[in-house]
C-alpha cells in the first residue's frame, strides 16, 4: 500500500474546496443569537453522530433520539460517538498531532459498553464485504498494522498538504483501507477527518455534519471508497461534494431560523419542557418530573420559574396542586 495515494490537485477539486471554503467564511461571519448558535451545533453534532451510526447499519431516525432508554445498543453507539466528538472538541488543538493515542482513544470511546470493544488493533486478518457479502477488499495482515499507521500519521502530520479537507479525506481513505481494528472502524475513521480538521483549524464556529450526506449515497461512498486507492481523485470529488453539499444545507437551516418572525430561544432543558408543555394543555408537575427522571425537582423547578419570568408559561394552583400550560402560541 502506497501511503499516501497519488492523487493530483485539479481545476475541479480547486473550484469545490472554494466554494466551501466560502460557505465557512460566510457561516463564520455571522453573527448569530445565542439560542440559533447552540441549537445549529446542537443539531450539527446529534446528526453528525446519527448518520456516521446510521452508515454502519444503525437504523435510528432523528426522530426517534429522547435517549429514555440509551442503554439499547443503538442509542448507545449515537451517543458514544457524542462523546467522541466532544473529546475531539477538548483534546485537539490547532497544530496538536495526530497520534495512534488519539486513534486508541477515540475507538475506545465509540466502543464503549458495545460488543468487541478492545484496546488493541485487530489480531486476526479480514476482509471487507459489500452489501451482497462478497469480499471486494483483503484487509493487511496484522502484523503490518502498526508499521502503516505510523505512515498514515506521518502523513496526517505533515505540513506540505496546503488544503486540510484533502488530507482529512486522504487520511480517511487510508485508514479504512488498513482497517486497524476488528470493529467500528468506519466511525472512527469519519472522527479521524474532524481531528485532522481542527487540527488545522477548519472547523471553528461551523460544524458541519457531512455524513448526512454519506447516508444518503451510501452506495457511492462505498463504491469510491473501494476504489480510491487506484482513483484517488475521484474519490475526493465525492467527499469534496459531500462536505459542499452540507455546507450549502446548514446555510439554508440558518437562513430559515432568521426568517423566522417570532422564535423562542432557550437553553436545551428548558427548551424540552417548553415543548413538553406545549404537546398538553394542562400538565402537572409530577407528569414533567417522570421525563426528566435523572434531573432533581430542584433543578426543574428553576427551570420552569425561568419560563414563568420569560411569560412562556403559567403556573396554575400552587405546592401538589401545581400545574403549568403555554401562557402564548409561539408558531
Request: aromatic fraction near 10%.
Given at each position: 500500500?502506497v501511503i499516501p ?11 469545490l ?93 465509540i ?13 486476526e ?9 462478497v ?6 495482515s ?5 508499521q ?23 487520511a480517511?481513505l ?6 486497524p ?8 475513521g ?11 483549524q ?23 471508497l ?5 482513483k ?33 430561544f ?10 413538553i ?17 435523572k ?37
Amino acid at each position: 500500500m502506497v501511503i499516501p495515494p497519488k492523487y493530483k490537485i485539479t481545476s475541479q477539486i480547486l473550484e469545490l474546496i472554494s466554494k466551501i471554503d466560502a460557505n465557512l467564511i460566510y457561516l463564520s461571519s455571522l453573527s448569530l443569537p445565542a439560542g440559533i448558535s447552540n441549537k445549529i451545533q446542537r443539531t450539527s453534532l446529534l446528526k453528525s453522530s446519527l448518520y456516521s451510526a446510521r452508515i454502519e447499519g444503525n437504523p435510528l431516525l432523528p426522530e426517534q433520539i429522547n435517549f429514555s432508554d440509551d442503554e439499547k445498543v443503538e442509542k448507545k453507539e449515537v451517543l458514544n460517538l457524542l462523546k467522541a466528538l466532544e473529546f475531539i472538541k477538548k483534546n485537539i488543538r490547532v497544530s496538536s498531532a495526530i497520534s495512534s493515542k488519539i486513534l486508541f482513544a477515540m475507538h475506545s470511546i465509540i466502543m464503549t459498553g458495545l460488543p468487541d470493544q478492545t484496546d488493541n488493533y485487530r489480531q486476526e486478518s479480514g476482509a471487507i464485504f459489500n452489501t451482497a457479502g462478497v469480499a471486494v477488499y483483503i484487509t493487511p495482515s496484522p502484523v503490518k498494522i502498526p508499521q502503516l499507521i505510523k505512515q498514515l500519521l506521518n502523513y496526517c502530520n505533515l505540513r506540505e498538504e496546503k488544503f486540510p479537507l484533502v488530507k482529512a479525506f486522504i487520511a480517511h481513505l487510508i485508514f479504512e483501507k488498513i482497517h486497524p481494528f476488528l470493529d467500528g472502524n468506519g466511525r472512527v475513521g469519519r472522527l479521524l477527518i474532524y481531528a485532522i480538521l481542527k487540527s488545522k483549524q477548519k472547523i471553528n464556529s461551523s460544524f458541519i455534519p457531512f455524513e448526512e450526506y454519506l447516508d444518503k449515497h451510501k452506495e457511492e461512498y462505498y463504491f469510491h471508497l473501494d476504489n480510491g486507492l487506484s482513483k484517488p481523485n475521484d474519490y475526493l470529488i465525492f467527499m469534496l461534494e459531500a462536505y459542499l453539499a452540507q455546507t450549502n444545507e446548514v446555510k439554508l437551516v440558518i437562513e430559515e431560523e432568521l426568517k423566522k418572525d417570532k422564535t423562542i430561544f432557550l437553553p436545551p432543558r428548558q427548551e424540552e419542557i417548553y415543548n413538553i408543555i406545549k404537546d398538553h394543555n394542562v400538565i402537572s408537575f409530577d407528569e414533567i418530573k417522570r421525563r426528566f427522571l435523572k434531573v432533581p425537582s430542584r433543578t426543574l423547578s428553576y427551570d420552569l420559574k425561568k419560563l414563568i419570568n420569560k411569560k412562556l408559561v403559567i403556573k396554575i394552583g400552587e405546592t401538589k396542586g401545581t400545574y403549568y400550560k403555554i401562557a402564548v402560541f409561539v408558531p
